[in-house]
């Protein structure tokens, strides 16, 4: 009681011996004493706040209490990082009863995290070998914490590590100097040039010199079988990653560019001048602070206790070996590692005694409620958003680093939370964001139904499409665990998520420059397992009220003399947000709820990034004067929607088909690039464009129906990307790119995706909007275009439905709608085929669709892809356009230049025919397996090197054959 204002610290120790409720179950006479003086100097107890990472400071005899407390004031304890309670002695020496490390004070710009682990690129065999080893000294390590684990791992990782050069950055001079260089290697080589030619008498066919050629030959040889193992691995690693093909893409061609990643020079927003790389680490310190900083203080336990909690809670039982199973496939192993160093890749290789032990720890961790140090600091790392200039930092998006094991932990946690949400039905309908059974294609089908409902029966739909300002970075931590508790989640569950979210830090790197550690008492980390379910939670209120208004787009419909339906306020993907209203004053409405709710969860919606549209009757009088949190909202003609451009007016989707045409162009260059052939055209090729290409152009396949032009336009780009894969000439038939490429048409893509997604409504649960749309749209017989185009696609592809009532009795299908598309499509490309003359004998032998294994970057194999489409351009051949003589002039028989003889008979081109002469064996038709490329005796090999003689032997006749 003697202590000044003055004071911002006190330790109290052993001497005070006193004990609180908190962690003793009682409160004794010093105790309340503590607490008094902590009331009379406005000093906060921080052993009980959540800067404070154990609680417990004597442990004996089967007995814990806390007996040590740090008191600090207001101003201190916001510059405070966080105290640590060094309970195992891990980083301090002990005294005869507790081991105490207090960590405290300072302001934390100031201070510099450790070293974290440099990463460094860990192979499969790597992570395969440390793995072997771990699981080998498994039995014989005692590991009994987090820390322990992490240490033994990285000592493993570090051993392995091999020295590598490191990339100097290049400087500015550089280029310039390069260039001249250059000139001066061509001028020399110029030079060089003009004196060989004056050397007569130069023996080229000289000992030494075939000996050069031949070990050329042969590195040559060696190269190339190098650059097949790699880009093999590539393809192999593009198709396992599935739907982060594209990205996966476009980060390798990014790493063939051989320039160094430069960041761009940070300007001021208040001055405008641009930072040197001291004060970029200065100034990015300032703006990581001002966003993530907020009210930090602790919620008191009875705040967070609500009377609604729900009778069902998440599981808190041992974590399985299942689900650690699931949750470390979810995540990929090239993923990026945290400050601790551990590759993801390892994470995978572990053996089972390995994994058990973490598995272990993992237990240990959710049974005790806290989680490591490690934890708490990330790397912060500074994503373009693609728009708006590089200099200011308003337009990076901060992406958190964390380590690989936090990951895997907040999985299972996220896994748990998602289960107990989907079963006490915590989230209502109209949030379709990351939940297991629900699709973006789910918004966008409601959206694009509702629009065309809206213009079939002539009344308005009035849209308000709302951009929520630093949704993640903005969520104040205070106000998300009261929701959560208003939510119904038990005070166990929310402790555990605010000791994951205390005392958290980042790190960000720029211009090859580390800044300071930054606190973080605001925002949620992006990147994050738990982030979108947290902020899903978040603003359920929201949703609430939406629901809640009575306003809405109506879609009421009467089923069995019964009206269902209801109006739909809007639709929300995870933090988009659209307000659907069939009023002017209904959609107001809607706007002040989210407007009045967003600013009590300190949410505030961009007006400039907002739109309003309108679509059916009311078109023209898009005019009137709408707000949200008193800033306007302006009308525009079209805004981009879950990656779907929607435009005004009846063809709402023109403008989205405009961009799509631009993207197969795009995507056609990019897969025909020579600088991506790499070892084989014919695979890489095809692979990029299956994988990287067709994602794109059939994103929301499902649910949008583009012009038939526009399906034609994309077949057509898909065609000649086949024909460049092949090296065919532009006159191959379709068919045989087709059949010969082993991919399917667009139409047959967007009749799989169709017909799957019908079947999904119709077996969907009855309170979903995408399923009463479902039911809306056919019982009260509204054509859209939807609608109209599936009931097409699912008679020419020969598949039953709709399927409107699934409960009814009916018959099932014997086979998958994917099965039937291929079926039908089969079918109708081997009709067409037969009908061609040219692709008789390819039509006759040729029996599916199917990737061919045996096609490579030779000139034989473009022909020989010709010949199996009819289209090799023979004497015969060439004579139906022209007048020219027929006769082969390459071989003493007489007989005409057809295809047939030009592979199997002529004796003027080698190498011989050695096998018995067969047409259909010689294109590769029939006798082909995957291992022919590799064997030159076979038949289609020896079918190319004739081809390609015979080729070489007419351009030295003068004489274009193609």
Known sequence: KRLSQHWETYHCGRRLHAHLEEFDGRTDSNGKLLQDMAEQLDMAIVNSQDKCTKKTIWTARGMSSTIDYCLVSPNLYEKLNYMEIDEEGDKSLGSDHSRLLITFGGKLMEMRVSEPMKPHHVTQAKAQTIARKLEEEVETRHVET?????????????????PTRRKRRRKRWWEAITRRQLANRTLRGTIRKRKEKKKAQIQKDSREWRKYRSRKIEVTALIQSKMAKVDNRFLDELREAGREAPLKFWRHVQGQTGRPREDAVIKDDATGKELDPGETNRYIERWIGNMFTGDSRQMDSEEGETEDELQEQPSREEITERELKRAVKRIGGTTATGMDGIPMRLVKELGPETRALLREILNQILEEGWVPVEWRTSRLRLIYKGKGQKSTLGNYRPIAITSVLYRVFTQIIRDRLQTWVEAEGVLGEL???????????????VMTQAIEIAQKENRPLYLCFLDVSKAYDTVEHRKLWTQLAERGLCSEWIDLLREVYRGTAVVAQWQQETTHPVTCSKGLRQGCPLSPLLFMLYIAGIERRLQESGEGFSLEYLEGGERKGGKLPGLIYADDMVLMADSLQGLQGLMNECGAMGEALGLSFSSHKSGLMVFGAAEENGTASLSIQANPVPWVDHYKYLGVNLQKGHHYLLEHETKVKAKSRRNKGIATAKALWGY???EVTRGVWKMVAVPGLTFGNSVLCLSSGTRQYLEVRQREVGRSALGASRTAPNEAVQGDMGWSGFEAREARAKLDFERRLSRMSEERWARQVFKYVHLRSVPTRWVRWTRQLAQRYEVSGPLLY??????????????????????????????????????REKQEVKRIPFMDNSKGSALLSDARGGMLRTRVFRAKYMDMEVKCVMCALGA???????????????????????????LGFRGVNEQCAADSSQPVEVTKRRLESWWRRAREQNYEIG
Not at 431 to 445: A, P, T, Y
Not at 898 to 910: F, P, Q, S
């Open 431 to 445: 949030q379709n964001g990351f939940r297991w059974g629900r699709r973006l294609e789910d918004n966008l089908f």
């Open 146 to 162: 987090y820390g322990n684990l992490t240490r033994w791992w990285k000592d493993h990782l570090e051993k392995l590590k091999r």
């Open 680 to 682: 084989n055209r014919y």
């Open 806 to 843: 699934p409960a009814a009795e009916q018959p099932e299908l014997q086979q998958s709608i994917r099965t039937r598309v291929i079926e039908s499509e089969t079918r109708r490309w081997a009709e067409a085929a037969r009908r061609k003359p040219a692709l008789a004998l390819y039509s």
């Open 896 to 922: 005409d230049e057809t295809a047939e003889h030009v592979i199997l008979e002529c004796t003027g081109i080698k190498p011989d025919v050695t096998y018995e002469p067969d047409m259909a064996v010689a």
